[in-house]
């Protein structure tokens, strides 16, 4: 069994996140390090969709992956096993989110000097996470179809800050009362620059179209 490297973050004692997180995006800048927030509620197909999303990527990138959880290393475990690629657990001490200054500690923990994409999967949770700026170069969430489509208009924070909002488990769609067409119209009214992608992790639908939208958002802010 692979041995999961696991970091015990503290709580951030600045007051001012955003600051730390224009400082940390800064950082990366210069690293040409590109940093990817994964947000979503548990259950929604994240790590899942993380493996498949490395696994196209993986030789194009040198890539890393942190995963934040209250406890466990289960989806570390997952990551390394299933895509061979680096990654560390990040353990929140009971937080329901990272901020910038946890973040950063993560960072710190972790020998990224050869990489150029990190992605940190973040705390399963669709309120807190989206409070807090990680000092990611850009945002990233999931809802999946047995959620629900009013999901954006009941928790409007975490799609008003993704740059990328994912649909997935469009495998399920006959089976829920799920209006795809009503739920990017609830997307777009919380965020009209939102780009939208539907996936099903599980059976590999969308996941190319998914990768062309991430190399893009890659590329993008390597030419800025």
């Not at 890539?63 to 466990?72: K, P, T, Y």
């Not at 959620?147 to 975490?158: C, I, S, T, W």
Request: proline content about 3%.
């Amino acid at each position: 069994m692979d041995e999961v490297r696991i970091i015990e973050l503290k709580q951030s004692v600045f007051e001012n996140n955003d600051k730390q997180a224009d400082m940390l995006r800064d950082e990366l800048k210069k690293k040409k390090v590109f940093l990817l927030n994964l947000m979503s509620a548990p259950g929604s197909g994240k790590t899942t969709t993380l493996v498949s999303l490395l696994n196209k990527l993986k030789d194009d990138y040198k890539i890393g992956v942190m995963e934040a959880d209250i406890d466990s290393d289960v989806d570390t475990l997952k990551i390394l096993k299933e895509t061979g690629c680096k990654a560390i657990q990040l353990h929140t001490g009971g937080m329901c989110h990272l901020d910038a200054s946890m973040t950063k500690q993560g960072l710190d923990n972790f020998d990224y000097s050869d990489l150029d994409l990190i992605i940190l999967e973040n705390v399963g949770n669709l309120v807190c996470p989206a409070e807090f700026d990680t000092g990611a170069s850009k945002n990233c969430m999931i809802l999946s179809v047995p959620e629900g489509d009013d999901k954006p208009l009941k928790y409007p924070l975490m799609f008003e800050v993704s740059d990328l909002v994912i649909i997935n488990k469009i495998d399920v769609l006959p089976y829920f009362n799920f209006n795809i067409e009503k739920c990017k119209a609830n997307i777009l009214k919380r965020n009209p620059k939102a780009k939208i992608v539907e996936i099903s992790a599980l059976k590999g639908e969308g996941i190319d179209a998914l990768v062309t939208i991430l190399k893009d958002e890659i590329n993008n802010w390597r030419n800025k």
